[in-house]
């Protein structure tokens, strides 16, 4: 009888689904001694948390250091006395994997159902890939080259989410002025980063109010796809494990089908046998320079910066940003914040260090990644979304008539945090 471990599962079914024979291969491993446990995640994921249990845990509370690193207290012990994460508290962290010094747990994998929608979907499959993507696969690959390979493997094609990260830059740049103006106060930026809005919303909710009302690049990208493309299914492929939870929040699950890390997008490249090096170049340049440094930390405050200064909104208050990155530095800035030692007025926090680019699953040292997000936002024909023609016409598509409709509350692109 054959045992098979949670990652040979994975890798078994992954490459048999590539070959069109997943539902054999899946009656012979059901034939062997397997994890029903690990099938049952990689089969559903969507009915898990985004931290995955490989082996069940009695460890003593005190003694488990995964508890002492989720600030979300997601990790609960049940009637037996096992140790399981919680699904509607895990928000993805990645802190607990981190911590665990038995390798019990591991991060979600979502690539069976994806595989299964690209063969079985009525409608069109995209890829919504990160900012943080370049450069984040095999050398001299370009953003045309990936676009190539998901369409050999069966997606519609591929949209780069910067674009909707200029969209929000926009409306945050509005927010922020009127905000300043009407309450003189300070904004606390809510966009990009999950990790830092759950730690906003569940550790700090007396300073929601400072939370502009805005969805993510991400949920923002999935809306106007499915808008523009009824019964489009939608994947957002990432270097980050907290957008699998983000995608699943109640509010704005509408907008994001499946989400896929950098690392299980390749091993799905490795098992169709694509090369990436010799995918044909589809170009397509249609973010700023502002949409694309998102990826890394201070990003998001440049762009904002930059738009505000590039409107050129009359009585325009100068924005005086300060960044945190990585959870310990995200609650120093907001307990120097209740301590009231902050004179900002535009605070930027990453849940990891360096920002998307130092993701639990980027390919790339976060160094490495930070400077090929610089680069490739250099070339940008635009440096911000209203120097972008691209933004005015993805607006008017979507209905928009002026963007100073982004700020209605009803907007597809706003949100209500309580």
């Not at 054959?2 to 890798?11: F, I, Q, S, V």
């Not at 953003?143 to 929000?168: H, N, T, Y």
């Not at 930059?306 to 990585?326: E, S």
């Not at 993701?359 to 635009?382: C, E, F, I």
């Amino acid at each position: 009888m054959e045992t098979l471990t949670l990652n040979e599962l994975y890798k078994r079914l992954v490459k048999a689904a590539a070959e069109d024979k997943a539902q054999e291969e899946l009656e012979r491993i059901r034939k062997g001694e397997y994890d029903t446990h690990g099938l049952e995640c990689l089969l559903n994921p969507q009915k898990q948390a985004t931290v995955w249990q490989t082996a069940p845990c009695d460890c003593k509370e005190e003694d488990c250091a995964s508890i002492a690193a989720c600030i979300f207290n997601a990790i609960k012990r049940d009637e037996s006395g096992k140790l399981h994460i919680d699904i509607d508290a895990c928000v993805g962290c990645h802190a607990c994997i981190d911590a665990c010094a038995l390798g019990k747990l591991t991060e979600s994998k979502d690539v069976l159902p994806v595989l299964n929608a690209l063969k079985h979907s009525k409608g069109p499959v995209y890829a919504m890939i990160a900012p943080a993507f370049i450069g984040q696969f095999s050398s001299g690959v370009t953003p045309g080259m990936l676009r190539s390979a998901f369409k050999k493997i069966g997606f519609q094609g591929m949209v780069e989410v910067a674009l909707f990260a200029d969209i929000l830059t926009l409306k945050e740049a509005l927010e922020y002025d009127r905000i300043m103006h009407e309450e003189k106060d300070f904004v606390l930026t809510s966009c990009c980063c999950p990790i830092w809005l759950a730690m906003i919303r569940k550790v700090y909710p007396e300073f929601l109010p400072h939370l502009p009302g805005s969805v993510s690049p991400m949920i923002a990208c999935g809306r106007a796809i499915k808008q523009l493309e009824p019964g489009a299914v939608t994947v957002f492929i990432g270097p980050c494990i907290a957008k699998k939870a983000e995608a699943r929040e109640e509010d704005i699950a509408d907008a994001v089908d499946y989400v896929l890390t950098f690392q299980e997008i390749q091993d799905v490249f490795d098992a169709f046998n694509i090369d990436l090096t010799r995918m044909e170049d589809d170009p397509r340049d249609h973010s700023s320079l502002s949409g694309r440094i998102y990826a890394r930390t201070g990003g998001v405050s440049e762009a904002v910066q930059k738009t505000v200064q590039r409107l050129q909104l009359r009585d325009a208050i100068p924005i005086r940003a300060l960044q945190a990155d990585g959870v310990p530095a995200c609650r120093a800035l907001m307990n120097s914040l209740k301590e009231g030692k902050v004179e900002a007025n535009f605070l930027e926090g990453m849940g990891c260090v360096g920002g998307c680019v130092g993701g639990p699953k980027a390919v790339l040292d976060r160094d490495t990644g930070s400077l090929n997000v610089n680069q490739y936002g250099k070339l940008a024909l635009y440096e911000t979304p209203v120097d972008n023609p691209y933004v005015l016409d993805i607006l008017k598509q979507l209905g928009y008539k002026t963007v100073e409709s982004l700020l209605d509350e009803n907007s597809m692109f706003s949100r209500r945090f309580e």
